[in-house]
């Protein structure tokens, strides 16, 4: 079944351990199969998604990860938009000449981080029918 044409969104919570991190590399494995992404698209969503769950569940202070997959259709083709967020210390950002947001950042076309309310969410964003960064 493919969500090909149609906008959706997924949320899922999950505890700030690292034992969890494969759920929403999972579900971002099956919502970008289900919408024409390459094998190869695919892995480089699963391998981003894993960066910025590992960058902010250290700093979780709630112990609680949220994850909001949101499916929707550009004239380019499927674009699947992840946002990941946690409660984070006051004035807590991930550092970004790290390696995990340097490797974050060349596997989706976009990719950015933003705290509203002390919550830090990093969004990555790649579409279906996009060429692959070089």
Do not use: H
């Not at 505890?15 to 494969?22: C, F, H, K, L, W």
């Not at 994850?67 to 991930?94: D, E, H, K, N």
């Amino acid at each position: 079944m493919s969500s090909i044409g149609s906008a959706a969104e997924v949320r899922l919570s999950i505890p700030a351990d690292s034992a969890y991190i494969a759920v929403p590399r999972s579900v971002v494995g099956n919502l970008a199969a289900r919408n024409d992404f390459t094998v190869d698209a695919i892995d480089d969503l699963r391998i981003a998604v894993d960066e910025a769950c590992s960058l902010l569940l250290p700093q979780a202070t709630d112990g609680v990860l949220e994850c909001v997959f949101a499916i929707s259709v550009s004239p380019s083709g499927p674009q699947l938009t992840v946002r990941t967020s946690a409660a984070v210390p006051a004035g807590w950002m991930p550092d970004t000449d790290s390696f995990g947001w340097t490797v974050l950042t060349a596997l989706v076309e976009s990719a950015g981080a933003e705290t509203v309310d002390g919550r830090l969410t990093i969004t990555v964003t790649a579409t279906a029918g996009a060429t692959e960064k070089a």
